[in-house]
Structures are given as structure tokens and as C-alpha cells.
């Protein structure tokens, strides 16, 4: 689910995946995130923490940017699951959703090269 003061942002960039002939900042490499990062910075809604982030990682070379974006996707998605196994088995849940996190993390497939 998306917050809903971050809509606007995500369907400018849900248009911009979809449908490059009706989002003329495609023409011009590096416009789309541009405005989509002017108006997260922007918000209210936005935390601190990303605010910063994302001001930090505008000057820093995109993947380097990037691969440390997925490894810390990584180890909350990780937290996150533990965090909820810790709480016992859900009804019906099937296998764990921890796992798949865990798994890249220890084999190092979810970190930089």
C-alpha cells in the first residue's frame, strides 16, 4: 500500500514505465526521478530518513546507490520476517517469507558484487 502522500509521486512514475510517448521527461534521461525525488523531498508525509537519503544518494554514483538501496531492502525485508516469525505461524501462511531474504543475504546474492 502505498502512503497516501506519496500517490502522486508513484503514478508519475507508474506513467513514466508504461507509457513513454505521454511522459515527455523520457526524451531527456534523468528528468523522471528528478521530479519524483523534488516532490518525495517535498512532502510532509516523507520521513526524515528518506529525505536524507535520498538527498545523500543524489550526489552519489547510482550504483553504488542502488546496491546499497537493495541490501538494505534486504535486511529489513529480514527483520520484518523475523520480527513476524517471532510472533508464531500464521493460519495458513505456508512456507516462510523470511526465508528468501535470509537465504540472498547469507549467500551474499543480495549484496554488491
Same mark, same amino acid.
Given at each position: ?13 507508474? =506513467? #513514466? +514505465?508504461? /507509457? #513513454? #510517448? =505521454?511522459?515527455?521527461? $523520457? ?32 550526489? =552519489? /554514483?547510482?550504483?553504488? #546507490? +542502488? &546496491? /546499497? ?11 520484518? &520476517?523475523?520480527?513476524?516469525?517471532? $510472533?508464531? @505461524?500464521? @493460519?495458513?501462511?505456508?512456507?516462510? @517469507?523470511? =526465508?528468501?531474504?535470509? /537465504? ?8 554488491? @558484487?
Amino acid at each position: 500500500m502505498v502512503p497516501a502522500q506519496h500517490v502522486q509521486a508513484v503514478e508519475l512514475l507508474l =506513467r #513514466a +514505465l508504461t /507509457d #513513454a #510517448a =505521454r511522459v515527455p521527461q $523520457l526524451s531527456h534521461p534523468g528528468k523522471v526521478h528528478q521530479v519524483i525525488q523534488a516532490r518525495l523531498i517535498a512532502s510532509p508525509g516523507t520521513s526524515f530518513e528518506l529525505r536524507r537519503r535520498l538527498e545523500v544518494d543524489a550526489s =552519489r /554514483d547510482p550504483v553504488d #546507490a +542502488l &546496491n /546499497d538501496a537493495e541490501t538494505l531492502r534486504l535486511l529489513a525485508r529480514l527483520r520484518l &520476517n523475523e520480527a513476524m516469525e517471532s $510472533l508464531g @505461524p500464521v @493460519p495458513g501462511a505456508g512456507v516462510s @517469507p523470511g =526465508r528468501p531474504a535470509r /537465504d540472498a543475504l547469507l549467500t551474499g546474492s543480495g549484496c554488491r @558484487p
